[in-house]
């Protein structure tokens, strides 16, 4: 196992001003040391990390960090900044700044000693020896966790722990005697902490709160549910808890297991910067005997990654909690259409779309025919695509109220089917299987039931609630508007198709893979469940204008290099290749440098490649793949047309918003090498 850190990919002298800057030059160390292989493609990753959530903290500490496909090794650079560097956090700027590099598929071992470097960085002593720390080898040791044990100010820090933990003794010895038999019972919070990473955040914020406690005078244990591991809290440590406390960004796991407690439930960073203010809300609740009402719903993560607000969930604005269990389906079933979907598509470029009717290849498979074969991948893709709307409607139910909800999910979800209520079917049946479980689970019950209640009697009584509504109730009707959009989809001409296609651009182009993006490609790829001609119309839409962002920013910084920064231009060499493949993402550091000019251009530019390719009536089978399936679209040449509008007419209106923006500054100083301005003071 390679080390984590060495010499080389320490920087102390880090000249870097801004943290993409910042982000590009530990990352070129990084790529000399052969464990990034793949700059641009690292660097959009992190960029678009960064776009979620801020990783400034209080304390002069910057973390960008991400998982990448490009990382060939867990890796850790570090830099430290005389001037300070913005990364977003509310005490102003970082100097001491942490690039952590993770593979898509990163081992246990190495997270752990990433995520013990996130504990440590909330040790005062660690940071200060980091900012006096002169020779790089040191350094690198230092963050390693290998500071020498002789010197002295290492000595006097664990002979003042050790002599902390003779005089716990020497008090829990007196309790036990009875002289002070009411402090032995301190107040006792259990806490979860996650982020979307669960590399860094996870475990800083849950040093800071066991830290916080230790201060306090209070016992706070801990549940990180991050990438080293999660391991759950004893069962009689949550029983034994005066108060619970959520520090999160993500789902937290078996929520019930917190019932019945007061609830302090904050984003991740309230965790790391005000974890007192949390513990000091946590007794505040359980002296008032305020127990939280809805415990086991969801966390509205999606409206505050990284909120500091200190807002419980209960009071989360009913339409932000929807959005994230609807999201929640859309991403477990994200996976199953795009194998499915590549894979039928695939089918139909060996075979022709007469494939779909072809025998079994469990009855009929010859090992020399290209039909033999192409049928077999229509039949693999097909059963996989059997399972997209059981998944939506499994999931969206896991996401309002855990495990127990997966059942009638899924039970729900394949009723819609059987039904022929299709994607909006598969929807009310999640929705309906996590209400019904939420309301099971706040009915309270013997003791003795406990045990069998999450994997007997909530998944018994739910389904048969659920799969009664949906077969007597609401199928039928659900099937009949399914009906209604399908024959809606496939009527659609002239000015409606443009109108739709423009309406489905501007989704694609306003926030690049946030929300509205995810919310115009699900309901893309809930067409190609049951595919109609009106529904393969909206693929190709959905794809083409999604390929617009990236591939105008790339356009741009290629033919006006001097209105954008180096970085952005590196950055835009790699944006064609991210546009090409249908990652819109890649616009995203474009847009964070810039959104006023940027995302309005971009929008533009969808809107018009949506318009056009619904106009020219071209059709996609498979829901990704960008120019790569191109002899699979319906129309290719028209398609590819409205590709390049699109582009050209988002890169013109950023070149002259860009352009603008410039002129008059430009009147009174010149241009830098670089293409940065060089003002001249009057």
């Known amino acids: ?76 650079a570090f830099g430290r900044s005389g001037a300070g560097i913005d990364f977003g956090a509310a005490d102003g700027p970082a100097d001491l700044i942490f690039l952590i590099a993770a593979p898509a598929g990163a081992d246990d071992d190495h997270l752990t000693i990433l995520s013990g470097l996130a504990r440590r960085l909330m040790d005062p002593e660690f940071t200060a020896a980091l900012r006096a720390g002169t020779d790089p080898r040191a350094v690198a040791a230092l963050v390693r966790g290998e500071e020498p044990p002789e010197e002295p100010e290492q000595e006097r820090v664990e002979a003042g722990k050790q002599e902390q933990v003779r005089e716990q003794a020497e008090t829990g010895t007196e309790a036990a005697g009875g002289t002070e038999a009411a402090e032995s019972v301190p107040f006792r919070i259990v806490a979860v902490t996650s982020c979307p990473t669960g590399i860094a955040h996870t475990y800083m914020a849950a040093e800071s709160l066991a830290a916080a406690g230790r201060a306090e005078g209070v016992e706070v244990t801990v549940e990180t549910q991050g990438s080293a591991g999660f391991k759950k809290l004893d069962p009689a440590v949550v029983a034994a ?102 894979l039928i598509a695939l089918s139909f470029a060996i075979g022709g779309y007469e494939i779909a009717s072809a025998k079994s290849v469990a009855d009929h498979f010859v090992w020399g025919e290209a039909d033999s074969w192409a049928a077999l991948l229509n039949q693999i893709g097909s059963a996989a695509f059997g399972f997209l709307v059981p998944v939506l409607a499994g999931y969206i139910a896991y996401g309002m109220a855990d495990r127990p909800a997966l059942v009638p999910g899924f039970v729900g979800g394949a009723i819609a089917l059987t039904v022929n209520a299709g994607f909006l079917g598969g929807l009310v049946a999640g929705l309906l299987a996590g209400a019904v479980v939420m309301a099971i689970q706040r009915v309270p019950v013997h003791a003795t039931l406990r045990g069998i209640m999450p994997v007997l009697v909530i998944p018994l009584i739910a389904s048969a609630v659920v799969g009664f509504l949906m077969f007597i109730v609401v199928g039928k009707p659900i099937a009949s508007l399914q009906n209604a959009l399908t024959d809606w989809l496939n009527g659609l001409s002239g000015s409606n198709a443009v109108i739709l296609g423009v309406v489905l651009g501007l989704m694609m182009c306003f926030d690049m893979g946030g929300p509205l993006n995810k919310v115009a490609y699900a309901f893309a790829v809930g067409g190609l469940a049951d595919p109609t001609p009106g529904s393969l119309k909206v693929m190709a839409a959905v794809m083409a204008a999604g390929m617009v962002p990236p591939l105008a920013m790339a356009l741009a910084t290629t033919v006006r290099k001097r209105l954008f920064t180096k970085t952005e231009r590196e950055n835009g060499r790699a944006a ?15 847009a964070a440098a810039d959104p006023l000019r940027v995302i309005p251009s971009v929008m533009a530019g969808g809107a018009v490649t949506g318009a056009l390719s619904m106009a020219f009536g071209a059709t996609l089978r498979a829901p990704h793949g960008g120019v790569f399936v191109v002899p699979l679209i319906g129309e290719p040449f028209l398609y590819l047309l409205a590709i390049a509008a699109g582009t050209l007419v988002a890169t013109a209106l950023v070149v002259l918003l860009k352009g603008a923006r410039r002129t008059a500054p430009e009147a009174s100083g010149d241009a830098g090498a670089d293409g940065s301005r060089v003002t001249v003071a009057a």
């Not at 406390?245 to 796991?253: F, G, L, P, S, T």
């Not at 297991?257 to 203010?277: H, M, Q, S, T």
Request: with cysteine; hydrophobic share 45%; aromatic share 6%.
């Open 576 to 590: 064609w290749v991210l546009g090409a493949s249908f990652i819109t993402e890649g616009a995203i550091p474009f």
């Open 241 to 342: 808890a005066d108060a619970v406390i959520w520090a999160h960004d993500v789902e937290v796991r078996e929520k019930a297991r917190f019932r019945g407690k007061p609830l302090v439930d904050v984003g991740v960073k309230a965790g790391i910067n005000r974890p007192a203010e949390l513990i000091a809300e946590a007794r505040r609740k359980a002296e008032r005997g305020e127990i939280a009402t809805a415990p086991d719903s969801d966390k509205a993560s999606g409206s505050g990654a990284g909120d500091d607000s200190g807002s419980d969930a209960d009071h989360a604005h009913f339409g932000v909690r929807l959005r994230t269990y609807l999201m929640s389906g859309v991403s477990y079933m994200v996976p199953f259409v795009a194998a499915g979907g590549l």
């Open 1 to 76: 196992m390679s080390e984590l850190i060495t010499a080389e990919l320490v920087d102390l002298d880090l000249s870097a001003t801004t943290k993409d800057a910042a982000a590009r030059s530990l990352a070129e160390r990084m790529v000399a040391a052969h464990r990034v292989t793949d700059l641009d493609g690292f660097l959009a990753d992190v960029a678009a990390r960064e776009a979620q959530m801020p990783t400034g903290l209080d304390g002069g500490i910057g973390i960008p960090h991400c998982r990448s496909e490009h990382v060939n090794a867990p890796t850790l």
